[in-house]
């Protein structure tokens, strides 16, 4: 690889200090890389989960160097998804179960990077569509999260697989996660953890209200629909579609979306051979 980019959540590395120190290095050893300069966001009114951090990746970018957290991986995915460009991670956040490099090991692992010594994991991706009213599609690497809007009551969510009426939620809202997603709010609302090379999908409810709705894992050879029913009385209710944490649409009673795989991957860039398990052991125990 011989052209970069660095993407950068500035919010975490102020003044740059760490970017630089990549962009020198790769530089000195005949590299070419560019830092990531970031769209402002039209309408400056925007709600925070509906803003993305947007860029022009250069067209001959080999790989993109991820510095921040997860959520800055998710949104760099975003960015490089349909350039087919690996992304590799440098933690500057917390778990960091996307972005594997320590941030004390970073001339180690750019070493290896320009000694072509390192693995790609291709990660699994959701397509989701709205189907009824206003058509819209949207690709997320970790979850699609349907959730109740800021009315504090629980919502009526119809599960069906393949046109097959699966399960009724009454909940706060429903997680539909990837493998890798797994490890991130379906984790938090209870779910399974699931091998990242794995081919599932994992529907997990958030805060259902019985005591014995649990998460169900499925082939990813499914698709998954799910529709907000009537409330009491046949009130229509109101929810929100989530991508990745970032706002994706809004639904009203008699709505579907419909989730399944989709055809694209996301590459990760992996330097070090450990196993899922010995990664749980590190960042949970």
Not at 1 to 15: A, G, P, Q, R, Y
Not at 181 to 200: C, I
Not at 206 to 234: M, Q
């Amino acid at each position: 690889m011989n052209h970069f980019l660095i993407f950068t959540n500035k919010s975490k590395d102020k003044d740059l200090e760490l970017t630089h120190k990549v962009k020198d290095f790769l530089e000195a050893h005949g590299k070419v890389c560019h830092i990531a300069q970031f769209e402002e966001p039209g309408n400056k009114t925007l709600r925070p989960d509906a803003v993305m951090f947007k860029t022009q990746v250069p067209p001959d970018t080999e790989c993109c160097i991820v510095l921040g957290g997860d959520g800055t991986m998710l949104q760099a995915a975003v960015n490089v998804r349909d350039m087919d460009i690996p992304l590799l991670g440098i933690n500057l956040g917390t778990m960091g179960y996307l972005t594997e490099i320590d941030k004390n090991h970073i001339n180690e692992a750019l070493q290896r990077l320009i000694s072509d010594d390192y693995v790609i994991e291709e990660r699994m991706l959701l397509s989701g569509t709205k189907i009824t009213g206003e058509r819209k599609e949207f690709t997320a690497l970790n979850d699609i999260v349907i959730a109740r809007k800021a009315a504090v009551q629980i919502i009526k969510l119809v599960v069906y697989v393949d046109n097959r009426l699966l399960t009724t939620y009454l909940a706060d809202g429903v997680i539909i996660s990837t493998p890798t997603g797994s490890t991130g709010y379906n984790m938090s609302a209870g779910g399974p953890l699931v091998a990242p090379q794995s081919n599932t999908i994992v529907i997990t409810p958030i805060c259902p209200h019985s005591l014995t709705n649990r998460s169900i894992v499925l082939p990813a050879t499914e698709t998954v629909t799910i529709e907000l029913g009537a409330g009491k009385a046949d009130r229509i209710q109101e929810a929100e579609a989530s991508i990745d944490g970032h706002y994706g649409t809004s639904i009203a009673t008699g709505d579907r979306i419909e989730i399944r795989k989709a055809a694209k991957t996301s590459k990760i860039l992996r330097m070090n051979q450990v196993s899922f398990v010995e990664i749980l052991n590190q960042k949970l125990l």
